[in-house]
Antibody, heavy 121, light 106 residues
Framework: EVQLLESGGGLVQPGGSLRLSCAAS????????MTWVRQAPGKGLEWVSD????????HYADSVKGRFTVSRDNSKNTLYMQLNILRAEDTAVYYCAREMYSGYEYYYDYWGQGTLVTVSS | EIVLTQSPATLSLSPGERATLSCRAS??????LAWYQQKLGQPPRLLIY???KRATGIPARFSGSGSGTDFTLTISSLEPEDFAVYYC?????????FGQGTKVEI
């Protein structure tokens, strides 16, 4: 059974840092790209970042570029997101998701339950 | 970047009725579009990918259609568990933006 479990969220002051983790199980982790999607309270979904299975390709939303860094450790079946210089507008539930290849493009077929990041003084 | 506009924002229907949700892209995304369902307090669930293919385990009452800039998600006969928020997302390029969502309510 595919499982994704996020951790690392919490309350942090503006300008602070956090590292989110996403522990994966039930599939060959290194064979799949992974993505982070966030959702501010009461708002819609926002794509944040993705990383290829081999970690050689990453992409970021403009809103987080230069502040967030996605990485993965395939030996530990774990995805990470380092969040630096946090702002109030980064407050959200952060989801990790697995990318499935359709034959044409990549879509998110499994999602974690999310971890809440609150940026406030 | 390609912007997705979903309509209507809210759809008020009853169980058994047909739901038709729209997603319009600011430029062509070919067929590279997905629909996700999200219930309160839960992560999203993939329903449709490549505009019209149902994801694993998704009931046949959910169908997707369209290509280019205009897409539709149809729920042929609403079940009580279908009342949720639905998002479209394109995968034509980066950033793979989501639409703002359509809430299907009773």
């Amino acid at each position: 059974e595919v499982q994704l479990l996020e951790s690392g969220g919490g309350l942090v002051q503006p300008g602070g840092s956090l590292r989110l983790s996403c522990a994966a199980s039930g599939f060959i982790f290194s064979s799949y790209g992974m993505t982070w999607v966030r959702q501010a309270p009461g708002k819609g979904l926002e794509w944040v970042s993705d990383i290829s299975g081999s970690a050689d390709t990453t992409h970021y939303a403009d809103s987080v570029k230069g502040r967030f860094t996605v990485s993965r450790d395939n030996s530990k079946n774990t995805l990470y997101m380092q969040l630096n210089i946090l702002r109030a507008e980064d407050t959200a539930v952060y989801y990790c998701a697995r990318e499935m290849y359709s034959g044409y493009e990549y879509y998110y077929d499994y999602w974690g339950q999310g971890t809440l990041v609150t940026v406030s003084s | 970047e390609i912007v997705l506009t979903q309509s209507p924002a809210t759809l008020s229907l009853s169980p058994g009725e047909r739901a038709t949700l729209s997603c319009r892209a600011s430029q062509s995304v070919s067929i590279f579009l997905a629909w996700y369902q999200q219930k309160l307090g839960q992560p999203p669930r993939l329903l449709i990918y490549d505009a019209s293919k149902r994801a694993t385990g998704i009931p046949a009452r959910f169908s997707g259609s369209g290509s280019g800039t205009d897409f539709t998600l149809t729920i042929s006969s609403l079940e009580p568990e279908d009342f949720a928020v639905y998002y479209c997302q394109h995968r034509n390029n980066w950033p793979p933006l989501f639409g703002q969502g359509t809430k299907v309510e009773i």
